[in-house]
């Protein structure tokens, strides 16, 4: 158990939808990073968040946002869903900028 | 620019020695990730290199880093059939880079009996 807790586990919906996935870092981590796991495009960074504030953003789509929450918990909102946004979704966590991630079990996406 | 790279499958018996490799492009890595996927699970941490390190034991696991060739290696001894999973490597940027993760395509590792 890494200690970061992702929520919902699975997920099902459809296209044009909007969902929010759900991430508990481990206790005392300051950042959370989230990344995007599928087939074709293997594991990609989207965005990482240190204690409130947007530290870097990789490969994240217009129509998906994110924010990290004064507890430190953090939201990964998709919007305007498309079949390809199907894909694992993690999030990690961290102490610091220098210590190791930690990820979640992930949410799996399914879009029909 | 940022890739990583490994081969996409490895077999080996049972009680053999596994040795997984990965090579990686940025000069400017801080540290170096191993990675395990079990089916249907998350990404569990493994072992890290920090990059100006040339080895690293723990248990049945050795890194071997040679940063000159920028190649990094996973030797697992003694696999056992649980050992099989996919195997990530990945590297982490400075941190002007965003300190992000690129990793590689995975190592499906397949233990024979």
């Known amino acids: 158990d890494s200690g970061v807790t992702q929520t919902p586990k699975h997920l099902i919906t459809a296209t044009g939808q909007r969902v929010t996935l759900r991430c508990s870092p481990r206790?005392?981590?300051?950042?959370v990073y989230w990344y995007q796991q599928s087939l074709d495009q293997g594991l990609q960074f989207l965005i990482q968040y240190y204690n409130g504030e947007e530290r870097a953003k990789g490969n994240i789509l217009e129509r998906f946002s994110a924010q990290q929450f004064p507890d430190l918990h953090s939201e990964l909102n998709l919007s305007s869903l498309e079949l390809g946004d199907s894909a694992l979704y993690f999030c990690?966590?961290?102490?610091?900028?220098?210590?190791?991630?930690?990820f979640g079990d992930g949410t799996r996406l399914s879009i029909l | 620019g940022e890739d990583v790279e490994q081969s996409l499958f490895l077999s080996v018996r049972e009680g053999d020695s596994s040795v997984i490799n990965c090579t990686y492009t940025?000069?400017?890595?801080?540290?170096l990730y191993w990675y395990k996927q079990e089916p249907g699970a998350g990404l569990q941490l493994l072992t890290y290199i920090f990059s100006n390190m040339d080895m690293k034991q723990d248990q049945r696991l050795t890194v071997l880093l040679n940063k000159k060739d920028k190649h990094l290696s996973l030797r697992i001894a003694d696999t056992q059939t649980g050992d099989s999973a996919i195997y990530f490597c990945?590297?982490?940027?400075?941190?002007?880079?965003?300190?992000?993760?690129?990793f590689g395509q995975g190592t499906e590792l397949s233990v024979k009996p």
């Open positions: 206790s005392g981590d300051l950042s």
């Open positions: 940025d000069s400017s890595s801080t540290y």
């Open positions: 990945a590297e982490r940027l400075s941190y002007n880079q965003g300190g992000k993760l690129i």
């Open positions: 990690a966590s961290s102490l610091g900028r220098d210590q190791p991630q930690h």
